[in-house]
């Protein structure tokens, strides 16, 4: 989704590491961002993981949840805060510690991630916000049924005499659970709209 980014509102620079929860060993990635929205992070979490961003999404912020509002106007869950202008200079003030939030990426497959607010770093002048600092392991691919799907996926292109090997090599193509590149996060994340 393409979408006109709110000017930010302080300077601030905020430094989050963002997990993939029930995997083992741990997909993770560490980014700074300027203030922005929570849709804005929700994108810029999108880019940095590789997933495609075509899924609902939503934030649980102290017992709060936000996402956005459908875009035929019908919403699903009433229960929802719109997330499109709440800044994370209003979630985090100055004081802010230490926080743990969870951003979960479709909901059929379920993928929970924890993020974790490290603080507010120094704001480097030769640094260019938004920046995946480091990460480790590839995204997992979209729609292969969650984390129990995707330890079954593993084992299917991991053993070319499993039962499912060809049908998962021809659905995905080769496939390295352990490649990641900072630099192509930090690429992918300065495109987004």
Known sequence: MTRKHQPAKTDLLFQFKITLLD????IWRRIQVSDCTLVDLHEYIQA??????????????DGVRYSQPAPDGDDFDMDFEDETDVLLSKLLPKSAKRTRWIYEYDFGDGWRHEILFEG???IDPKAKAPLCLEGERACPPEDCGGPWGYGDYLAAIADP???QHNEMMEWRGPFDPEAF???KATKAMRKVK
């Open 120 to 122: 507010f770093p120094p």
């Open 161 to 163: 005499q499993h039962e």
């Open 23 to 26: 995997i083992k060993p741990a």
């Open 48 to 61: 940095a993981f590789g997933w495609e961003n075509y899924h609902l999404h939503q934030f649980e912020i």
């Open 181 to 183: 590149d900072a630099k």
